[in-house]
């Protein structure tokens, strides 16, 4: 099979990400490269990571054709074999001593405004919450554990007290770190929850939060969190292979998340809930609104 010549530059820290050249944010911009050269196309070509609020792409192939140019020649040459790299884990050092200051923890604080505390101490304990120390404290980990519970990364996320993401101070624990050459290969989140239940329905949701309220509101079904609207891939629902699997995508301005998840249904055999592009508002699909918060 025959590989791209221009992919999207594969994440290796903040500095691979740039601002966006359509909505202007900074560390949201995916700049296409050249696989045989190993240089960035210019600037302008590439895509922001935020599909939902901003969802510019300009294609290596736009590109050419804009500006009438043709690829430039490269000589074809034959790599040497190598062997795949080994996906990397975060230490469970780490992990143990992320499982405290429940009560600095700002997420912790939103969900008990929410449920009581058996419920909040049950969705902390399926789900391994952590807590973090930066951003002066209080900070959320989302804990991305595989289904032989292994670590394969955490995400950093701040919050405020009413459950609000703080715009800025969010990260990867294998950044914050600063390990050596770390191969990460990322998970849904909550993919460890699935062999605890081996006949249930799964629910996908984009955002970690939301999973653990629909886990609190609706335990019919395991919830689990892409991470993303982009979160879906082969390797991720490798683990849901003979499972019923609901997906229920964000509202969004001319239904671009839902057309996105409905190619990924379709290709996958997953169900897909229109819930959201019937009964939101125009404002509410603007602002991206979830499940959750239809059920909240």
């Known amino acids: ?101 429940y009560d600095e923890n700002n997420l912790v604080k939103y969900l008990n405004l929410l449920f009581d505390a058996e419920t909040v101490n049950h969705l902390i304990n399926i789900y391994k919450i952590g807590t973090s120390r930066r951003y002066n404290g209080g900070t959320t980990i989302f804990w991305q554990i595989d289904t032989l519970d292994r670590l394969r990364t955490g995400k950093l996320i701040k919050y405020n007290e009413n459950g609000h993401r703080i715009k800025g101070k969010n990260n990867w624990v294998h950044s914050v770190l600063n390990i050596d050459k770390f191969v990460l290969k990322q998970c849904l989140f909550g993919e460890h929850l699935l062999k ?50 609901m997906l229920f995508p964000d509202a969004s301005e001319n239904g671009r998340i839902f057309q996105k998840w409905k190619s990924k249904a379709d290709q996958f055999g997953f169900g897909i809930s229109d819930y959201l592009e019937q009964y939101a508002n125009d404002e509410q699909k603007s602002n991206g609104v979830d499940i959750a918060d239809f059920l909240m």
């Open 1 to 101: 099979m025959q590989s791209s010549r221009y992919i999207l530059e594969p994440y290796s820290g903040r500095s691979s990400r740039h601002s966006c050249p359509n909505c202007g944010k900074t560390k949201e911009f995916t700049r296409y490269v050249d696989t045989r050269t190993g240089e960035q196309l210019p600037e302008q070509v590439g895509r922001c990571n935020r599909v939902d609020k901003c969802a510019y792409h300009y294609t290596p192939k736009q590109y050419f054709s804009d500006n009438r140019l043709k690829p430039e020649k490269a000589k074809v040459y034959i790599p040497e074999s190598r062997s795949p790299r080994s996906v990397s884990y975060i230490h469970n050092k780490t992990f143990i001593a992320s499982l405290t200051k």
């Open 196 to 245: 605890y239940s081996p006949g249930q329905k799964v629910g996908i949701v984009e955002s970690e939060k939301t999973a653990i309220i629909l886990q609190a509101k609706v335990p019919e079904l395991v919830w689990l969190a892409t991470g993303g609207a982009d979160g879906l891939n082969v390797d991720k629902v490798k683990p849901l292979q003979g499972r019923d699997v």
